[in-house]
């Protein structure tokens, strides 16, 4: 299927004895910890695969978001080092990983690529360590700077190995270690990003009826997938402060906390969704609250909110409650269906979860239907909240869960993943 979008694959290399740069997406830690190491698993396959051909792997990340938008200046410290990435998948794999120490830097990032690395590309070669991890790659002045510190970042990188491998789905953004180094060097898919993207053909080719799942904490950046969403699929169903700005701006309710902003997009969306006459599916039951906290003593937490009357002032809203899963319109939508797509936390985390709990177990009732998961919240807080409901899903064929948010909203919003920079750069390559 690929082969014809001229995106050279992993399989079809020739790596013996050549060192194979690979980027993965591994933005699983924060603060130091890994929350949930299911991206890093998802490229264990290609790693090995890359291993097995006789190559020598030079692995390399983004994590988190070092630089500071307004200043540039880079943060370099362990809250987004990649040590305990590598630390997991040395004991995971019972490998030796090294990562160079890399000392020129100003406030603006690492200058670059130094030649310490040198004598770890040796011991690589000579097979006396497995892997060579580099430094965040946001940890670089030229990862995402200038367009000239990008290209000489990305012409260093591509001077540490023999051929690129991208296995970073997640990682739409075009940065020197997702585009820049495909300029420079024989390119080619690795494993995951094949799986994504046939997976992504699942949603844009659906079994019908297909219905989706969006909740988010704003509006802005998931509203241009919702546009497409609602033309594309059979049926849309909102949650979190998207769904709260929508009643807002379609019944006139006032809920505390939300953003202008958020009712100017919700406004337009409303009047664009009343073109699609029982498409979207309004959940009956929210859960208004005084407090952010959730359950405590002495506060009210009031559910059952049903079809209030227009202009009624609300408290926050933090949740749709279990009882709209529960009405006849919603189960027939959610047993229909044959496709499903998820990128949804109803709630307000981590104290308000029972939205959630109701719609996964009701998703996962309909055994029949293609389960797609999106979105790292979605399957971090799927894993927390039903935690053997998570372990059957990461095994079963009726489910895929994405290791890409952001990428997969991106490429269902422009109908095809052929637009993401990092694909375009490899079918360039
Ligand atoms: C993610 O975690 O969403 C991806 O790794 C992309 O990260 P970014 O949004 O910071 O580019
Ligand atoms: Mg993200």
Not at 73 to 84: A, G, H, K, L, Y
Not at 318 to 327: G, N
Not at 338 to 360: C, Q, R, S, W, Y
Not at 410 to 416: L, V
Request: hydrophobic share 40%; charged share 25%.
């Amino acid at each position: 299927m690929l082969k014809t979008h001229d995106i050279k694959l992993i399989q079809d290399a020739d790596l013996r004895g050549k060192t194979v740069l690979v980027r993965v997406d591994h933005n699983v830690v924060k603060k130091g910890i890994i929350h949930d190491p299911y991206r890093i698993d998802a490229t264990i396959g290609t790693l090995y695969h890359i291993n097995a051909k006789g190559g020598k792997i030079i692995l390399m990340s983004h994590v988190g978001r070092p630089r500071n938008k307004k200043t540039g200046d880079i943060d370099i410290s362990f809250e987004t080092s990649v040590q305990p990435i590598v630390d997991y998948l040395q004991s995971k794999l019972h490998i030796t990983i090294k990562v160079p120490d890399f000392y020129q830097h100003e406030k603006k990032g690492f200058l670059g690529i130094e030649t310490s690395i040198n004598h770890l590309i040796r011991e690589l070669k000579e097979d006396k360590i497995n892997a060579v991890y580099l430094p965040n790659t946001r940890w670089f002045m030229g990862e995402e700077g200038s367009e000239i510190e990008m290209d000489r970042f990305a012409h260093q990188l591509a001077g540490l190995a023999d051929i690129y491998v991208n296995d970073a789905f997640g990682s739409w953004q075009a940065h020197a270690s997702t585009v820049g180094v495909a300029k420079y060097l024989p390119s080619y898919a690795g494993y995951l990003m094949q799986k994504e993207i046939a997976n992504l053909e699942r949603i844009y080719n659906p079994q019908n009826p297909f219905v989706a799942v969006v909740a988010g904490s704003k509006f802005d950046t998931k509203i241009d997938s919702l546009y497409t969403l609602l033309k594309e699929a059979d049926y849309l169903i909102l949650g979190g402060v998207i769904y709260n700005a929508y009643l807002c701006a379609k019944y006139g309710f006032k809920i505390k906390g939300i953003s202008e902003e958020d009712m100017q997009h919700a406004k337009k969306f409303v009047k664009y969704a009343s073109g699609f006459k029982g498409k979207l599916i309004e959940l009956p039951y929210i859960v208004e609250s005084d407090t952010l906290d959730g359950k405590l003593e002495g506060k009210h937490r009031i559910h059952n909110i049903y079809k209030l009357p227009s202009g009624h002032e609300l408290n926050y809203v933090l949740d749709v409650a279990a009882e709209s899963f529960e009405e006849q319109d919603v189960l027939h939508v959610f047993n229909s269906a044959k496709t499903i797509f998820v990128n949804a936390v109803m709630g307000f985390t981590p104290h308000f979860n029972e939205g959630t709990i109701a719609l996964d177990q009701l998703i996962d009732d309909n055994r029949e239907a293609i389960k797609l998961y999106g979105g790292g919240d979605t399957m971090q807080e799927l894993k927390r909240l039903l935690p053997g409901l998570y372990i059957v899903a990461l095994d079963s064929p009726k489910y895929y869960i994405f290791t890409g948010g952001g990428a997969v909203l991106k490429a269902i919003q422009e109908k095809t993943f052929m637009g993401l920079e990092p694909v375009k750069a490899l079918r360039k390559s």
